[in-house]
């Protein structure tokens, strides 16, 4: 392919879905079709470091970004989709730093792909779904715990470290809060709540959550929350948008512009909830 071609085919692409590098929301991460361009086009400084975890034979992945400020700042760990660390989720990841945030996104398949590889190492989404969904919840917590010691030892940061997940990731992100005591804040971007009520009173952190009014599967469960957390008495806020779908941060487009919506309200919400908290 010659030089300069691939360039214009993501920026092709981009337009496609409504959104260029010159072009993309000044609100919110990028979007799918346009998040290897923002990724190319950002300032800020990104880098893949890596940590052991107990139980595993290779060392986890992660993709790290810091933010342009001056002062010590919280660490966000940034919990993937089913669809493993793709673009996407890296893009998101910059964009946090962006916000202010030190950054942090696991490969949570580290280990686990062909050849001992991680997310890249599969041939295709369809594997990396399969390799999500076949994770264990006490493998996820010990990968997740070692991101949070990882963040822990960081000089930028503050010592305050929270949690942001999407899809499986917001799951994994409520679930975490009631494994970890010490997580400063948790996010659940339509991700589904612990299943055993006692779980519920083991959480200290408070928990945001992000609902598309359409996504009947995942939004049904959060009057359940909404019980049990009162019940344990804990700070759970949610936010349901009317007309979204769900995987909305990431598929920006859909749902004639209630996606979009979305994510111009929720962003700032999710931004402000982590610097309320983690200061």
């Known amino acids: 392919m010659k030089c300069g071609i691939l360039p214009a085919l993501l920026v092709t692409a981009a337009i496609a879905h409504g959104q260029t590098p010159a072009t993309r929301p000044a609100v919110g991460p990028a979007d799918e079709a346009g998040a290897k361009a923002a990724l190319d086009a950002s300032p800020r400084h990104g880098e893949w470091a890596e940590v052991a975890v107990p139980g595993m034979e290779k060392p986890m992945k992660l993709w790290v970004v810091y933010p342009e400020v001056k002062d010590k700042a919280p660490v966000v760990i940034v919990i993937q989709e089913i669809f493993g660390l793709s673009d996407w989720l ?3 990841t ?3 730093a962006a916000e202010g945030f030190i950054a942090v996104a696991p490969d949570l398949l580290s280990g686990g792909g062909p050849n001992g590889g991680g997310t890249d190492s599969f041939a295709g989404r369809d594997a990396v779904v399969k390799a999500v969904r076949d994770l264990k919840p006490d493998a996820t917590n010990a990968m997740l715990d070692a991101a949070f010691a990882y963040g822990k030892t960081l000089p930028a940061g503050n010592g305050k470290i929270a ?5 499986w990731g917001g799951g994994a992100s409520f679930a975490y ?3 970890n005591p010490e997580l400063a804040a948790a996010i659940v971007c339509y991700g589904t709540p612990p299943k055993d009520e ?3 009173a083991k959480i200290k952190a408070p928990i945001m959550g992000f609902y598309g009014g359409d996504d009947a599967r995942v939004t049904a469960t959060v009057p359940v929350a909404e019980k049990a957390m009162a019940a344990a008495k804990k700070t759970y806020t949610p936010f349901t948008f009317a007309g979204a779908g769900h995987g909305f941060f990431r598929q920006q487009t ?3 512009g209630a996606n979009r919506k979305a994510v ?8 402000t909830f982590i610097k309320d908290n983690a200061k």
């Open 90 to 92: 890296r893009a998101t």
């Open 94 to 96: 910059d964009q946090l």
């Open 163 to 167: 949690t942001v997940g999407f899809c």
């Open 177 to 179: 809060a009631v494994h």
């Open 198 to 200: 006692a779980d519920f």
């Open 254 to 256: 859909g749902k004639d």
């Open 264 to 271: 111009d309200e929720g962003w700032p919400k999710l931004v």
